[in-house]
T-cell receptor
Framework: KDQVFQPSTVASSEGAVVEIFCNHS??????FFWYLHFPGCAPRLLVK?????QQGRYNMTYERFSSSLLILQVREADAAVYYC???????????FGAGTRLFVKA | DSGVTQTPKHLITATGQRVTLRCSPR?????VYWYQQSLDQGLQFLIQ???????AKGNILERFSAQQFPDLHSELNLSSLELGDSALYFC?????????????FGPGTRLTVT
C-alpha cells in the first residue's frame, strides 16, 4: 500500500536544529514536498524537490524513498505541524503523511 | 495570501444535510485539489481536477462529489452529512497539476456538523 510515514511529534529547544524524517513506500514517487501548517490556516510549502535543497532556515535532504526536513535555529514560533508529501503519477496523486507536530521549548 | 479563495470560511449545519464548498484557484492555475483535515488528522487528499476534468481521486466518500467549471472554479458537494464530516476542507491550485508544480492552498472552510 502506498503510504508516507513521519513521526507524530518532535520536541526541541530554541536555537537547536530540528530534523523531521519522512519516508514513503510509493514506488513511482520521486519528489518530496514539505509543508508547514498552523492549525486553522492554509498549509504553506517550505521546500520541495528530488534533490537536497534549502530555503532560508529550511533544509531538505533527499534519498530515493526518504527525506528529512531540517529547521535551523528553531524558534518557539516554529511550533506547528509539518507535513511531508509524495506526489506521483505525474503529480496527479499526492499522498500526505499524517503530519509531525513540532514542540519547541524556550 | 496565496491567491486561492474559498467560501464560506465557516459553515455549521446539521446531520443529514447537504452543503457546497466553493474554491477559486489562482489566476492562471488549471488544476484544483481538495483536501480534508479532520481534528488531529493529517491532510487527506480527496480529489483533483484539471481544466474541468477529474484527474485523480483519493479518499473521497461516495457521499461527496466535486466538479470544476469552465471558469475553473470548483465546488465540493458534501451530502448526507455525518458528525465525522466535521473538518477543515482545503482547496489548492497549481498551474498544471504536475508533480513539480507547487500547490497553493486556500485558507480553508471549517465545516461543523451538529
Amino acid at each position: 500500500k502506498d503510504q508516507v510515514f513521519q513521526p507524530s511529534t518532535v520536541a526541541s529547544s530554541e536555537g537547536a536544529v530540528v530534523e523531521i524524517f519522512c519516508n514513503h513506500s510509493v514506488s513511482n514517487a520521486y519528489n518530496f514536498f514539505w509543508y508547514l501548517h498552523f492549525p486553522g490556516c492554509a498549509p504553506r510549502l517550505l521546500v520541495k524537490g528530488s534533490k537536497p535543497s534549502q530555503q532560508g532556515r529550511y533544509n531538505m535532504t533527499y534519498e530515493r524513498f526518504s527525506s528529512s526536513l531540517l529547521i535551523l535555529q528553531v524558534r518557539e514560533a516554529d511550533a506547528a505541524v509539518y507535513y511531508c508529501a509524495a506526489p506521483f503519477c505525474g503529480g496527479f496523486k499526492t499522498i500526505f503523511g499524517a503530519g509531525t507536530r513540532l514542540f519547541v521549548k524556550a | 495570501d496565496s491567491g486561492v479563495t474559498q467560501t464560506p470560511k465557516h459553515l455549521i449545519t446539521a446531520t443529514g444535510q447537504r452543503v457546497t464548498l466553493r474554491c477559486s484557484p489562482r489566476s492562471g492555475d488549471l488544476s484544483v485539489y481538495w483536501y480534508q483535515q479532520s481534528l488531529d488528522q493529517g491532510l487527506q487528499f480527496l480529489i483533483q481536477y484539471y481544466n474541468g476534468e477529474e484527474r485523480a481521486k483519493g479518499n473521497i466518500l461516495e457521499r461527496f462529489s466535486a466538479q470544476q467549471f469552465p471558469d475553473l472554479h470548483s465546488e465540493l458537494n458534501l451530502s448526507s452529512l455525518e458528525l465525522g464530516d466535521s473538518a477543515l476542507y482545503f482547496c489548492a491550485s497549481s498551474v498544471d497539476g504536475g508533480d513539480r508544480s507547487q500547490q497553493y492552498f486556500g485558507p480553508g472552510t471549517r465545516l461543523t456538523v451538529t
